[in-house]
Nanobody
Framework: QVQLVESGGGLVQAGGSLRLSCAAS????????MGWFRQAPGKEREGLSC????????YFSDSVKGRFTTSRDNAKNTLYLQINNLKPEDTAVYYC??????????????????WGQGTQVTVSS
């Protein structure tokens, strides 16, 4: 079992930045592809960025490419999401997840073995 806890969310003005963290426990994240997802009210969960545990290859959805950066620190067992130039439409609950397989598949098909509880990001205009 892997337990995932997100942090770093909050209320931010449009144009601002946030850094989300996802701390893992139970098992090392070295064995898993890791990803960030979000779900806005009334919308389906969306895969944002997923990173391989084998070669660091990272997938980004078109909606966040260029503004979001994902990194993983295996030594700290932590995943990060840097969000720049925040927009009101980025308002959502952000989740991290751990899974197996290709990052693109994980993100596009919303497939993961373990999920965090989420952290709220609210962007004001």
């Amino acid at each position: 079992q892997v337990q995932l806890v997100e942090s770093g969310g909050g209320l931010v003005q449009a144009g601002g930045s946030l850094r989300l963290s996802c701390a893992a426990s139970g098992r090392t994240i070295r064995s898993y592809a890791m990803g960030w997802f979000r779900q806005a009210p009334g919308k389906e969960r969306e895969g944002l960025s997923c990173i391989s545990n084998r070669n660091g290859n990272t997938y980004f959805s078109d909606s966040v490419k260029g503004r979001f950066t994902t990194s993983r620190d295996n030594a700290k067992n932590t995943l990060y999401l840097q969000i720049n130039n925040l927009k009101p439409e980025d308002t959502a609950v952000y989740y991290c997840a751990a899974g197996l397989g290709r990052p693109q598949t994980m993100c596009e098909d919303i497939i993961a073995l373990y999920w965090g509880q989420g952290t709220q990001v609210t962007v004001s205009s």
